[in-house]
């Protein structure tokens, strides 16, 4: 991602920089857990010929924004927000409920970690074949993750077929969506669909 400077090294020093523009130096670390809502993903981004460039770690929050009020000029902007959006966002992990949710999100994302740099790799180098497989192996790990954990998803008071549902739906407009449009979250129509309980799930960060 190419942006403007961050305020400090920015020659229009009588500008402040938007308020919601990543504070974090990227690419992002190896173990970088700086930022509470920061979630790790692999990033490949693309040529002026839509061909992959050497990948990258970036957040998903991240994304680029046009400097306001400004003829040219680009930022990385966090999609939740500043830092007091970033830290409201948190969902406490008070309660014996919230605890095992958190859990549950932690080692879900973990497990498919792998499955998900497949399906990113094969779409960046529009390898259909590939990309059809990458998301019929992430789907059936996340079948199979939430069927032998069905208990503890009950427990935790989050319905696992639910969940396997919006996965699905998730990923299957992932792969439609082209280059620089596509992005990892669950569309926002589709987290409506929810109960406030499967909504948490989904918008939970996982600890780093």
Not at 28 to 51: A, H, K, M
Not at 95 to 124: C, Q, S, T, Y
């Given at each position: 991602?190419?942006?403007?400077?961050?305020?400090?090294?920015?020659?229009?020093?009588?500008?402040?920089?938007?308020?919601?523009?990543?504070?974090?130096?990227?690419?992002?670390?190896?173990?970088?857990?700086?930022?509470?809502?920061?979630?790790?993903?692999?990033?490949?981004?693309?040529?002026?010929?839509?061909?992959?460039?050497?990948?990258?770690?970036?957040?998903?929050?991240?994304?680029?924004?046009?400097?306001?009020?400004?003829?040219?000029?680009?930022?990385?902007?966090?999609?939740?927000?500043?830092?007091?959006?970033?830290?409201?966002?948190?969902?406490?992990?008070?309660?014996?409920?919230?605890?095992a949710m958190r859990a549950l999100r932690a080692r879900m994302d973990a497990i498919n970690r792998p499955f998900v740099e497949r399906i990113w790799a094969a779409?960046?180098?529009?390898?259909?074949?590939?990309?059809?497989?990458?998301?019929?192996?992430?789907?059936?790990?996340?079948?199979?993750?939430?069927?032998?954990?069905?208990?503890?998803?009950?427990?935790?008071?989050?319905?696992?077929?639910?969940?396997?549902?919006?996965?699905?739906?998730?990923?299957e407009v992932f792969v439609e969506k082209h280059g620089r449009e596509a992005s990892w979250d669950v569309p926002d129509n589709i987290l409506s669909e929810l109960?406030?309980?499967?909504?948490?799930?989904?918008?939970?960060?996982?600890?780093?």
């Amino acid at each position: 991602m190419i942006t403007s400077p961050p305020a400090k090294t920015d020659p229009t020093e009588s500008r402040a920089r938007p308020a919601d523009e990543c504070p974090w130096p990227r690419p992002f670390p190896d173990g970088f857990g700086s930022c509470p809502t920061y979630i790790q993903q692999r990033f490949i981004p693309l040529d002026i010929n839509e061909q992959p460039l050497t990948p990258i770690r970036t957040c998903r929050h991240l994304l680029s924004r046009r400097l306001p009020g400004r003829p040219a000029g680009w930022y990385a902007a966090c999609q939740i927000g500043d830092a007091a959006a970033r830290q409201q966002s948190m969902v406490p992990i008070d309660g014996d409920g919230n605890r095992a949710m958190r859990a549950l999100r932690a080692r879900m994302d973990a497990i498919n970690r792998p499955f998900v740099e497949r399906i990113w790799a094969a779409k960046a180098l529009h390898r259909d074949n590939e990309l059809r497989d990458a998301v019929a192996d992430f789907v059936r790990e996340c079948a199979t993750f939430l069927t032998l954990h069905r208990q503890e998803f009950e427990q935790a008071e989050l319905r696992p077929d639910a969940i396997l549902l919006i996965i699905k739906r998730t990923v299957e407009v992932f792969v439609e969506k082209h280059g620089r449009e596509a992005s990892w979250d669950v569309p926002d129509n589709i987290l409506s669909e929810l109960p406030e309980r499967d909504r948490l799930f989904f918008r939970m960060h996982p600890p780093g």
